[in-house]
T-cell receptor, first 110, second 115 residues
């Protein structure tokens, strides 16, 4: 059974810092891995999707890497801003559904 | 274009009542997914549709839960004889096909509270 873990569970940093959020999964037979952002009371916003054959994806200040063999992904956020404050979820897909981690709650203070 | 739309955004009902939750996917998306997000369980898969058929219902927690999709578009998730443990946020997502490479796009969810 696929299990997805995210570390840390919560993170509070001053504005401007570079951040690394971690995601690990137990079954490396995945199709892809997706990073999401969730704001309070809202749904999920897709940030990046990495196919199983890819090593990384970049979008603006965000960079996600994937090491499928070791069951790990990282989300790197450069020059963090207060607007980045949210819960970040990773999810892996190895069938038709996504299996989610428990999330990292990020707070960036001015 | 418009994103995934869910209604109602909030629903409060008494234990034992039936509820219907609606999801309107992105136009043209053939795959539709239901997930549930609760405090104790995180985000968990319920069911997915490809067109109007549901090949995978493995996540439905009991026979009180059912879902249907008509016309390859709108889907309804029905919970009969609601229990307090059904309280959660129910999220719907759609993707352009069920293929492994397509990202899932989520709605804002329905927050269900059972009194």
């Amino acid at each position: 059974k696929q299990e997805v873990t995210q570390i840390p569970a919560a993170l509070s940093v001053p504005e401007g810092e570079n951040l690394v959020l971690n995601c690990s999964f137990t079954d490396s037979a995945i199709y892809n891995l997706q990073w999401f952002r969730q704001d309070p009371g809202k749904g999920l916003t897709s940030l990046l999707l990495i196919q199983s054959s890819q090593r990384e994806q970049t979008s603006g200040r965000l960079n996600a890497s994937l090491d499928k063999s070791s069951g790990r992904s990282t989300l790197y956020i450069a020059a963090s801003q207060p607007g980045d404050s949210a819960t970040y979820l990773c999810a892996v897909r190895n069938t038709d559904k996504l299996i989610f981690g428990t999330g990292t709650r990020l707070q960036v203070f001015p | 274009g418009a994103g995934v739309s869910q209604s109602p955004s909030n629903k409060v009902t008494e234990k034992g009542k039936d509820v219907e939750l609606r999801c309107d996917p992105i136009s043209g998306h053939t795959a539709l997914y239901w997930y549930r997000q609760s405090l104790g369980q995180g985000l968990e898969f319920l069911i997915y549709f490809q067109g109007n058929s549901a090949p995978d219902k493995s996540g439905l927690p009991s026979d009180r839960f059912s879902a249907e999709r008509t016309g390859g578009s709108v889907s309804t998730l029905t919970i009969q004889r609601t229990q307090q443990e059904d309280s959660a946020v129910y999220l719907c997502a759609s993707s352009s096909n069920v293929g492994q490479n397509q990202p899932q796009h989520f709605g804002d969810g329905t927050r269900l509270s059972i009194l």
